[in-house]
């Protein structure tokens, strides 16, 4: 009888155990979930007192952050004074030997009002406890990845309430809120850079606005027409742009146009030329990357999408994007979130994307150069826009435009452009588009003495590429719209035999250590180009391997 008594007592025991630790625990996840997502201090301050008021009674709650830069203490208080809080926020001085002692040792420490009376005058921290005019208080300090973010400062009228029990629970609560303030001073720091940025960026914008603005974009041919009424179109959406076009089109003016039209044209659009950074430090530079992430990281750095937020970020020439960064990069369109390198908190990002290029995305998936689902993702609004040649009406305005902003530039007085010339500009298929006829037209200012634009054939056949300048001197100038390149000379037609029995020999694979253009001493995305000049498919490569 006496040993099934013993028993019962036993397992009664042990089912109070099991109660205590199951109530420990819903606790800490009730604590937990409630202040772990906040990114407002003062708002994660205010959910912290009501949830440890709830739980334990506890009068007094002070969440006081360490503000190193500014040697001082940033204090959110609660005080409960008949269940009603009193609320406030203020900075303390961190010259505090009882703040010292928790903060170098990293303890928890459990302090009387009766024995602090004498050390009040000295120590304003101290003094600031006092007023509460409670007996007790319990100072845990908020660490996280070894560093000492703050403490909790804990306050009641029964020091029972800090039971070796109460104690243990409230040091994981410790824990658990100082991710939460980690997490929320990384917000607040993106936030404060953010903001410093748009203000020393508001002059820029107005430059932006003025002089590359949707009035810029010269054109009267029903080619462009079409092209703005799209840009009208998809503006005012959120949706993923893809502007196509050869180099020199204007991919950048469009881009801009589309932003500026936008419900976000009111914020920066933030650049990336993605042909224009090495590969390797592509990554960093869109998704940023933390102090010591790789070698020469001497301090964090906030990417391109991060800079971005809320406003439109342009990817010029998206097709030059590795292939291993590409999933990064699909992850953000599909998710909204980035992780910096070396870091592994997910951060939301809100960033209308516009991409640009001069590659044939389509013919790189089917060449497994481009990922299949990056290019459908980027592929939502595609927007073409024609090349000069195939919108020879467009020339006159453009060559009026660049003639009058030029010689405004070096101080010249150009007055008109004789239609001679004009009738010649007309005929030429301007491979370089609208940059190339911007650079004869400033060859041009520069040469002229007078007030007539001075632009002769010859000076033409001297600047142009040999394509351009051979029409110069033909009687009769191309029909309109269309464009048909010269037949191959042996120098391409050696080339293209060449690049034909490199692909065979890697099985069409163009990519990678055994891929052709390693082979052929070329970067991927220069010998896919020259394959696209060339007319060489490397479906037809393979397909003729395979017979």
């Known amino acids: 009888m006496a040993l099934l008594q013993i028993e019962q007592s036993t397992r009664l025991a042990e089912e109070d155990i099991l109660r205590d630790e199951l109530e420990s625990f819903r606790i800490l996840v009730d604590v937990t979930n409630t202040v772990i997502a906040k990114r407002d201090l003062n708002e994660l301050s205010n959910e912290l007192s009501d949830e440890i008021h709830h739980f334990f009674n506890i009068s007094y709650i002070g969440l006081d952050l360490l503000d190193i830069a500014d040697d001082r203490?940033?204090?959110?208080?609660?005080?409960?004074?008949?269940?009603?809080?009193?609320?406030?926020?203020?900075?303390?001085?961190?010259?505090?030997?009882?703040?010292?002692?928790?903060?170098?040792?990293?303890?928890?420490?459990?302090?009387?009002?009766?024995?602090?009376?004498?050390?009040?005058?000295?120590?304003?921290?101290?003094?600031?406890?006092?007023?509460?005019?409670?007996?007790?208080?319990?100072?845990?300090?908020?660490?996280?990845?070894?560093?000492?973010?703050?403490?909790?400062?804990?306050?009641?009228?029964?020091?029972?309430?800090?039971?070796?029990?109460?104690?243990?629970?409230?040091q994981q609560i410790a824990a658990r809120i100082s991710i939460a303030i980690d997490n929320a001073l990384a917000y607040e720091e993106i936030s404060r850079l953010k903001d410093n940025l748009l203000h020393e960026n508001l002059y820029l914008t107005e430059e932006i606005r003025n002089f590359e603005n949707f009035d810029e974009i010269i054109g009267q041919s029903d080619a462009m027409a079409?092209?703005?009424?799209?840009?009208?179109?998809?503006?005012?959406?959120?949706?993923?742009?893809?502007?196509?076009?050869?180099?020199?089109?204007?991919?950048?003016?469009?881009?801009?146009?589309?932003?500026?039209?936008?419900?976000?044209?009111?914020?920066?659009?933030?650049?990336?030329?993605?042909?224009?950074?090495?590969?390797?430090?592509?990554?960093?530079?869109?998704?940023?990357?933390?102090?010591?992430a790789f070698t020469g990281a001497t301090s964090q750095r906030i990417g391109k999408f991060e800079l971005a937020e809320r406003s439109s970020l342009f990817l010029d020439e998206v097709g030059d994007i590795p292939l291993e960064l590409q999933p990064k990069l699909l992850r953000v369109i599909q998710e909204r979130e980035i992780e910096r390198l070396g870091s592994n908190k997910i951060i939301p990002v809100d960033v209308r994307l516009i991409a640009a290029t001069n590659c044939n995305l389509e013919q790189m998936v089917i060449d497994r150069a481009y990922r299949s689902d990056l290019y459908y993702r980027l592929n939502v609004f595609p927007i073409v826009i024609p090349p000069l040649r195939d919108r020879p009406e467009d020339i006159p305005p453009l060559a009026r435009f660049f003639t009058k902003k030029i010689a405004r530039r070096m101080n010249r007085h150009i007055e008109c452009i004789p239609t001679e010339t004009i009738n010649l500009l007309m005929k030429l298929p301007w491979p370089g588009n609208v940059r190339e006829l911007e650079n004869v037209i400033e060859r041009a200012v520069i040469l002229t003495r007078g007030t007539v634009l001075n632009l002769r054939a010859e000076e033409l056949n001297y600047h142009l590429s040999p394509?351009?300048?051979?029409?110069?001197?033909?009687?009769?100038?191309?029909?309109?719209?269309?464009?048909?390149?010269p037949k191959l000379a042996d120098d391409n037609e050696s080339e293209r035999q060449e690049i034909i029995r490199v692909l065979k020999e890697t099985n069409g694979i163009v990519a990678g250590p055994k891929g052709a253009a390693e082979k052929l001493g070329l970067k991927r995305t220069t010998l896919l180009s020259r394959m696209q000049r060339l007319g060489i498919s490397v479906k037809d490569i393979q397909d003729e391997n395979n017979l």
């Open 73 to 170: 203490l940033r204090c959110y208080t609660t005080h409960f004074v008949v269940n009603n809080p009193k609320r406030s926020q203020e900075y303390q001085s961190l010259l505090s030997p009882m703040l010292a002692s928790v903060i170098n040792h990293k303890e928890t420490r459990l302090v009387y009002s009766s024995k602090l009376d004498a050390l009040a005058k000295k120590d304003e921290y101290i003094a600031m406890m006092l007023k509460t005019s409670l007996p007790v208080f319990c100072l845990l300090p908020l660490v996280f990845n070894s560093k000492v973010l703050g403490i909790l400062c804990l306050g009641s009228i029964d020091d029972t309430v800090f039971s070796p029990k109460n104690l243990e629970l409230l």
């Open 226 to 292: 079409a092209v703005l009424e799209q840009v009208e179109m998809v503006a005012d959406s959120d949706c993923t742009v893809l502007i196509l076009g050869e180099t020199g089109t204007g991919k950048e003016l469009i881009a801009r146009a589309i932003h500026n039209l936008s419900q976000r044209g009111s914020r920066t659009m933030v650049k990336v030329n993605c042909a224009a950074i090495p590969s390797g430090l592509l990554e960093s530079d869109l998704f940023g990357h933390e102090k010591g």
């Open 467 to 485: 394509m351009s300048a051979k029409s110069v001197t033909e009687s009769k100038p191309p029909k309109r719209h269309q464009y048909n390149p």
